[in-house]
């Protein structure tokens, strides 16, 4: 999907959430369990519930890897299922060697080789530009880089501070936006991270932010917006356990629809 598509689609819904499809087996209600494939029925019903509230769908790829191949089913099916005007990410944090880069490029975008083709990937810039760079050689698809994480860790690495003054997350977003452009590299930012939102807006103003962090994990919307939000919106913020878990009950897909359209028009608000 091209940059100038997302923004229409953030318009038109007046939302710029992505919901995740973070599914575990284990919270998924019993009447779903006797079906071939549970995890993809549960999402199909997580879909069709919130499709009209959404832009984005993420798919944590560890909650399928986990289960071998019936998870690679259930991904791909998963996948496919995806409404095309929704941006989708796989949100595998991956990046390697140059040569691994491009086979776990292969294994996102192209459909040839691995029966699936995202938009967008995440990465993590840990192994600099040759492990970053194979995601970027396919035309509109996008590169999501690990900038500032919501997990309390990240204070372990993100926060040090060079020779030059700058801590690493700031080098990460000033050397790594030269590999690509706001047209294919997005950057993750924690939404528990409000305040850092305005130094991020100083080193990529036009770039997208991938803000997952609100919801289950307690972030402010209002602080992302207020301090992370650009001319094109230039967010998507997403929240997975709040939304797909909103009831372990039979209502689950309602539920969930709730609680994305409430999310929605907080957003809309903003917009
Ligand atoms: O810094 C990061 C990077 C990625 N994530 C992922 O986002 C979702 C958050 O799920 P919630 O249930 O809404 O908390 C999940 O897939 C994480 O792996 C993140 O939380 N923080």
């Known amino acids: 999907m091209?940059?100038?598509q997302l923004i229409d689609q953030i318009r038109l819904k007046k939302s710029f959430l992505c919901i995740g499809l973070d599914t575990d087996i284990d919270k998924i209600p019993n009447s779903l369990l006797d079906t071939e494939d549970?995890?993809?029925?549960?999402?199909?019903?997580?879909i069709d519930a919130t499709k009209d509230f959404c832009v984005s769908y993420k798919i944590n790829t560890a909650f399928y890897e986990s289960r071998g191949l019936a998870g690679w089913t259930s991904l791909i099916k998963t996948f496919e299922y995806l409404p095309k005007d929704c941006f989708s990410i796989a949100d595998a944090k991956r990046g390697d060697i140059g040569n691994t880069s491009e086979m776990y490029a292969k294994a996102f975008f192209d459909p040839g080789s691995s029966g699936m083709s995202f938009d967008s990937v995440t990465v993590a810039p840990y192994m600099g530009a040759d492990s970053v760079k194979p995601f970027?050689?396919?035309?509109?698809?996008?590169v999501i880089l690990l900038a500032l994480?919501?997990?309390?860790?990240?204070?372990d690495f993100q926060f040090l501070t060079s020779d030059g003054g700058g801590m690493l997350?700031?080098?990460?977003?000033n050397t790594a936006k030269e590999w690509g452009s706001d047209e294919n590299m997005m950057f993750v930012v924690g939404a528990t991270r409000g305040e850092?939102?305005?130094t991020i807006r100083k080193h990529?103003?036009?770039?997208?932010?991938?803000?997952?962090?609100?919801?289950a994990q307690g972030g402010s919307l209002d602080d992302v917006c207020k301090f992370g939000m650009n001319q094109d919106c230039g967010l998507l913020v997403n929240s997975s356990r709040a939304i797909i878990y909103a009831s372990s009950g039979e209502d689950f897909a309602e539920a969930a629809r709730r609680e994305a359209k409430k999310v929605q028009q907080e957003m809309a608000a903003w917009l």
Do not use: C, M, Y
């Open 2 to 4: 091209k940059r100038e």
């Open 38 to 46: 549970p995890v993809f029925e549960f999402n199909k019903k997580i």
């Open 136 to 142: 970027l050689s396919f035309e509109d698809k996008w």
């Open 149 to 155: 994480t919501s997990n309390q860790g990240s204070k």
């Open 169 to 173: 997350f700031e080098s990460v977003l």
């Open 196 to 198: 850092a939102f305005l």
């Open 204 to 215: 990529v103003p036009n770039h997208f932010l991938l803000v997952p962090g609100v919801g």
